[in-house]
């Protein structure tokens, strides 16, 4: 998303850029588009973004989804498995985009809080056993 971001000009002058950016943290730069073909036909394109805990979480929300469904998959099997669970950690960082917090199930049910929720730590990932969907605000 910076200066030496090549991919929106790039997909722009082979097609359509149809998204740019998302309200969810972390993930904010994802892309998606179509990419012209020879003889008039198209593609799909989707670009992630460079973290590893982004690529994750837009991986799984938005483009495994498109795979499958892609594939005819059912409706329900899209989705990642939601499960209403205790959250024993308190969140005070309020934001204006939809959050994805990486969590651990501890030994009475509830749910811990990874310490460092940056989009570049990938042992947050590693540790956890999910994520919670924080809504904005």
Not at 23 to 43: H, M
Request: glycine share 10%.
């Amino acid at each position: 998303m910076g200066e030496e971001d090549h991919v929106k000009p790039a997909v722009e002058a082979e097609g359509l850029l149809n998204m740019w950016q998302i309200a969810i943290r972390p993930g904010k730069p994802l892309v998606f588009g179509e990419v012209c073909r020879a003889f008039g036909s198209k593609d799909f394109f989707i670009g992630l973004p460079g973290n590893p805990v982004s690529i994750l979480v837009t991986f799984l929300i938005f483009l495994r989804p498109f795979i499958l469904r892609q594939q005819d998959a059912a409706a329900t099997e899209l989705a990642p498995q939601a499960m209403p669970m205790r959250a024993d950690f308190n969140w005070l960082k309020v934001d204006r985009r939809r959050e994805f917090l990486r969590i651990k199930i501890h030994s009475n049910g509830g749910l811990d809080l990874f310490s460092h929720q940056g989009s570049g730590v990938l042992t947050s990932i590693v540790w956890g056993d999910g994520s919670v969907d924080n809504p904005s605000g």
